[in-house]
């Protein structure tokens, strides 16, 4: 298994702080009438697209420096979305993988990933 | 300003057991030689519109629960691309609001979300 | 049932052209290379959130001239897509008309759009 | 450069006859009410997302019948969004060309597809 790379050292200040600002950004420009959720969710694939521009011609549009953005970007509007629903981020996201872990038993599909195939 | 109502409790220790469950996930099931930046990428867009199917017509497919899967599938997916690149997520998204606070100047933009607006 | 407003006026001649354009447009930049099905498959996506982009925020970023715009490209990588596979355009959206017809049975779903709904 | 795979044989007679299958198959469910210009357009994003499945881990999910039934679902949606709008098909796409060949002149971009170049 590989070592893990990202880091969540001070997570829980750094993002309480990410979360005010992003509630002070739209606060300031009077613009939390435009984040209802459809409109979240709309961002979200938006932004996703965005990011996937950078590999839509193999290297020819890749740049880090706007992954780094567009990444940004796409997790700034979940959040928005999270909060918007009191959603407890670290909750969802252990329930998807209890989900997971039953909906693709280890020994079915062991280095395949084949969405068609009957488990 | 809207109360904050996502909470980040020990996220710290949370994200770093998630994070091992995504990496546990993917190695158990021999699956990280599908996880190239380009399909990570492309899997994004692809839970976010999943996540958007929950509003297209709006409220006739709604499903909270969807809505949760969904998102985190968004977050597990941005995770693994962050890990990738070995970026630092609060890095990155501190950096993008400090773009958006200058690219928006809230003068000029108050009340409006007007994309092709010469500001 | 509402009149139809599209015409498809000489459309035999009329997309023929098209596809020679399209073709000729690639084949003069010697972009064909990048033309592959998986990227042609991105590129739908792409254009297609260039497009939801003018609804993202209600009216806000609404402008007609950039739905042409949008609305053409996915047409256009649609097309590429369609001569790649030698699909035939008509055939494959006649079948996929009688499939939706069986499962979607009109006394089931009359007036409703649940997806969730056992038919 | 290739030679045209696609036929348009009597496209015209052909697609008049889809587009109406279309209108019916919506207004006998009575799903008009559905298929505002903003939900038309997530719906594409969502139909072309779910043809990206079929390239989202290289071959492991590729189905080339699911292949052509996303792709009519995009084409179906797109016509439909052609149609509120009363676009002219092959107006719009034409015009599209014209752009792209002013915005991408043949001896700047010569097999190059970079977002990036100042042209």
């Known amino acids: 298994m590989h070592r893990m790379k990202i880091t969540f ?3 829980e200040v ?3 702080e990410i979360m005010k600002r992003l509630q002070k950004f739209t606060s300031d420009r009077n613009w939390a009438q435009f984040h209802t959720p459809d409109n979240l969710a709309k ?3 938006i932004e996703a697209s965005e990011l996937l521009i950078n590999y839509q011609y193999d290297d020819a549009y890749f740049n880090l420096d706007n ?3 567009e990444l940004a970007d796409v997790l700034a509007y979940c959040l928005m ?3 918007h629903y009191q959603f407890d981020l670290t909750e969802i996201m252990n329930r998807k993988i209890d989900k997971n872990e039953k909906k693709y038993p280890i020994d079915k599909v062991y280095g395949k990933s084949d969405k068609y195939t009957k488990l």
């Open 9 to 11: 050292k001070n997570m």
């Open 14 to 16: 750094k993002m309480k």
């Open 43 to 45: 961002s979200i694939v």
């Open 67 to 69: 992954v780094k953005d």
């Open 81 to 83: 979305l999270c909060d």
